[in-house]
């Protein structure tokens, strides 16, 4: 018995696989994308036509983002992320007060996960030092939880 031939999606249907799983940035999806894709010119269509639909949207793509790094990562590493996926400085400006409005006791959160006790010399105080830092908190918001981290002790 002879197997079925598998039929390959079309760009469109392709797409829209993508973006049913999770939120795309248009960049990322151009990326998977363009290796199906017949010409640039058809692909550049698609990604617009997606747009104008509001199946493809950044400003969704910043806040799942957000929503799914903010509990574990700092403003700078979100950044960072929102960036490496093509999107728009005005959109991550825009998003950045939302950011660090809860940055300070999402960073206590995660050091108080991962340590839970103040440092007993400075090799452990560096240690916590990067492991927050690594996570894209900035150096004032460490500063702040590494101060008041003793005072929860108590």
């Known amino acids: 018995m002879k197997s079925p031939r598998r039929i390959e999606p079309n760009l469109r249907t392709r797409a829209l696989g993508y973006l049913a799983r999770r939120e795309h940035s248009r960049l990322e999806l151009e990326r998977k994308l363009a290796p199906h894709a017949q ?16 199946f493809l949207s950044a400003a ?52 108080r996960k991962k340590f839970g006790a103040m440092p007993a010399n400075a090799k452990e105080l560096g240690r916590q030092m990067r492991f927050l830092m690594g996570r894209g908190f900035t150096a004032e918001v460490i500063r702040q939880v590494l101060r008041h981290a003793d005072k929860e002790e108590a």
């Open 39 to 54: 010409t640039p010119e058809e692909l550049s269509s698609l990604l617009d036509t997606l747009e104008q639909r509001g």
């Open 60 to 111: 969704r793509m910043v806040e799942q983002v957000i929503h799914m790094r903010k509990s574990k990562f700092g403003s700078q590493r979100i950044v960072h992320e929102l960036r490496e996926k093509g999107i728009a400085e005005n959109l991550i400006a825009a998003a950045l007060p939302n950011i660090r409005e809860t940055e300070q006791e999402n960073a206590r959160e995660v050091w």
